[in-house]
């Protein structure tokens, strides 16, 4: 079975410039997450969706970054114009359960994001 | 302020060695609390996970964790290193069963000496 897929796997930009991540979860996981690393800190959580809705945007950073996911399949974050502080690996996550305490989150390998 | 802290950013440790990684929490109540390793090219794999019950826990690859509630640590155990053991490891929390999220310490990366 396929894990989680995430697309590209690394993205060099300009400052100003858009990029769309993408993400496809593990097949028939309902609760899709993205996470955030900046600059080697901490992982950051920035949204979850459950189907095709938002079940908790808390974590995104400003109206810059907009995520999808049409259908409850894959999901899209776009960034634009994308910001030097952008910069760092955005990780996508899937799982069966509603909730990380209750079943287990299972990651992508991240897609890493330059802005120059 | 609610948070998780690895104090150890990287730690170097011989092939056959034991390890101990360090994770302190601060919040209220206790929290479910986690390892997650990322090794290189790879994505961040669930090593153990606690939420309540027997305060040593057994987690994959040989690894275990201690819940210690008086000193808040959920450190990180191995008696015996592998050189496949390198990559970066991260603690995290989440606060309640019903918390949309994870919240991921800064991670510690290690190396191993052959």
């Known amino acids: 079975e396929a894990g989680v897929t995430q697309f590209p796997s690394h993205s060099v930009i300009e400052k100003g410039q858009t990029v769309t991540l993408r993400c496809d979860p593990i097949s028939g996981h309902d609760n899709l997450y993205w996470y955030r690393r900046v600059m080697g800190k901490e992982i950051k959580f920035l949204l979850h969706f459950v189907k095709e809705s938002k079940q908790d945007e808390s974590g995104m950073p400003n109206n810059r970054f907009l995520a999808e996911r049409t259908g409850g399949t894959y999901s899209t974050l776009k960034v634009q114009p994308a910001e030097l502080e952008d910069s760092g690996v955005y990780f996508c996550?899937?799982?069966?359960?509603?909730?990380?305490?209750?079943?287990?989150?299972?990651f992508g390998e991240g897609s890493r994001l330059t802005v120059l | 302020a609610q948070s998780v802290t690895q104090p150890d950013i990287h730690i170097t440790v011989s092939e056959g060695a034991s390890l101990e990684l360090r994770c302190n929490y601060s919040?209220?109540?206790?929290?479910?609390l986690f390892w997650y390793v990322q090794s290189p090219g790879q994505g961040l794999q669930l090593l153990l996970k606690y939420f309540s019950g027997d305060t040593l826990v057994q987690g994959i690859k040989g690894f275990e964790a201690e819940f210690k509630r008086s000193q808040s640590s959920f450190n990180l155990r191995k008696p015996s290193v592998h050189w496949s053991d390198a990559a970066e490891y991260f603690c995290?929390?989440?606060?309640?069963?019903?918390?949309?999220?994870?919240?991921f310490g800064s991670g510690t990366r290690l190396s191993i000496r052959p």
């Open positions: 919040y209220g109540a206790t929290p479910y």
């Open positions: 996550a899937s799982s069966q359960s509603g909730t990380p305490g209750t079943g287990e989150l299972f």
């Open positions: 995290a929390v989440v606060p309640y069963s019903s918390a949309s999220k994870i919240i």
